[in-house]
């Protein structure tokens, strides 16, 4: 097998910093497998560095999220060490997944009470998108359910819909609403209101972000990164940039005795989102994996295999790719050393009563896949640690979306 060539150095002579990006998938309280596996980062990075107050937010350019994967974004990037948002999940976990009352429960099965004023408390109600107390740049994915679209933001001053002068400006919007909006997950929690400008205020009916198509929102954090429109424009290389993406597990469903009579209308309103939000997370994976030299992740499938030799289309790759993750099955679980767990039951995005079993998983990506590869493209022993994004030009001003 042909062996994985060094890690590149970017060009003195191009004057270009390399960045880093931190993405987290979505998963419910499966996100319990990145949060532990990021604790474990985390300690590494305190020890590489000799700096015991070291949080992620100090090494990474942006840092993306997805429903559950935006709350803990959203975390970070306010400089949370990552104990305490471990700490703030467990503790929580079993009053947000709280079962609504009856008469609620026909539109949702939990009370969003108790998500919303855990998360408001935990991200700070009055911080908003464009708050000073953000270390470093946060991209969060939700799905705008009243204009059936996916909704990408970001604190990026210079975003299109970000300049201050605007009415509607993104940036005024609180934190703790947009990771709330993220993980509005239709079925267990109720959907999310956010209200936008003045002059006249707009009304948007917000579900969970996971519906995008970017439940894994590695490969869009790239987009956003790297092209014109979105107004980062960072170079694109492997000596450049970056891409770091956490898991929350591949939860494969199989049924050998699966009938088409069995196949009701029940059924396929719980199996239908499962399969579209599991085959958009393994499409951007390989869209990573195509543009970018992958250095870490299990087989896609049996055909592709983990595409770290593989030739494709993209011969001069764009970004260094690392993807972390778990398949949530008996032979996966045993191949991490976690044998004895049961599949079905963690693949439930509720499954609170499982959280040491993803603690344990989280424990044992950690294991595999942080080492010294890893902690030199995180914490190179080059690096400047990351700058705020960039002030806003004075340029005119957007128009205000319609």
């Known amino acids: 097998m042909q062996a994985q060539p060094s890690r590149p150095s970017p060009d003195p002579a191009s004057g270009a910093r390399p960045r880093r990006i931190l993405s987290i998938d979505g998963g419910g309280i499966r996100d319990l497998i990145p949060i532990e596996f990021l604790c474990r980062l985390e300690a590494r990075l305190a020890e590489r560095t000799g700096r015991a107050d070291t949080v992620l937010a100090d090494h990474f350019d942006l840092v993306a999220g997805t429903s559950g994967g935006a709350l ?12 305490e948002t471990k700490a703030f999940v467990l503790a929580h976990a079993g009053t947000m997944f709280k079962p609504a009352s009856w008469r609620r429960r026909l539109r949702y099965w939990y009370d969003k009470e108790q998500l919303e004023s855990g998360i408001k408390a935990f991200l700070g109600p009055d911080t908003t998108l464009g708050s000073e107390r953000l270390r470093t740049g946060v991209m969060l994915v939700l799905r705008n359910a009243s204009t059936d679209s996916p909704w990408v933001v970001s604190n990026n001053p210079l975003a299109r819909f970000n300049a201050r002068e605007l009415d509607d400006c993104n940036l005024k919007l609180e934190l703790w609403r947009l990771a709330r909006a993220s993980a509005a997950a239709p079925v267990f929690f109720a959907p999310e209101e956010v209200v936008l400008g ?72 719980r199996e239908v989102p499962h399969a579209l939000i599991l085959a958009s997370d393994r499409e951007q994976d390989l869209l990573c994996r195509t543009f970018g030299r992958c250095r870490r992740g299990e087989p896609i499938d049996l055909e592709v295999g983990d595409l770290r030799q593989g030739r494709t289309a993209v011969a001069e790759k764009l970004f260094t790719y690392f993807r972390i993750n778990a398949h949530l099955t008996a032979e996966g679980l045993a191949g991490l050393g976690c044998a004895g767990l049961d599949p079905q039951a963690l693949a439930r995005l509720d499954a609170v009563a499982h959280r040491e079993d993803f603690l344990r998983i989280g424990a044992a990506l950690a294991e595999r896949h942080i080492d010294a590869e890893l902690l030199d493209y995180v914490a190179p022993p080059e690096a400047t640690p990351p700058t705020s994004l960039p002030s806003p030009s004075p340029s005119p001003s957007p128009s205000s979306r319609s």
């Open 72 to 83: 803990v974004a959203s975390a970070i990037v306010l400089g949370k060490p990552m104990q």
């Open 198 to 269: 003045r002059d006249p205020p707009k009304r948007f009916v917000f579900v969970d972000g996971g519906l995008t198509g970017f439940n894994n929102p590695a490969f869009k954090a790239f987009l956003y990164a790297t092209t014109e429109p979105y107004r980062l424009s960072w170079p694109a290389g492997e000596a450049l940039l970056t891409v770091v993406s956490v898991g929350t597990g591949y939860p494969r469903r199989e049924d050998p005795g699966l009938r088409p009579h069995r196949m009701s209308l029940l059924w396929n309103l």
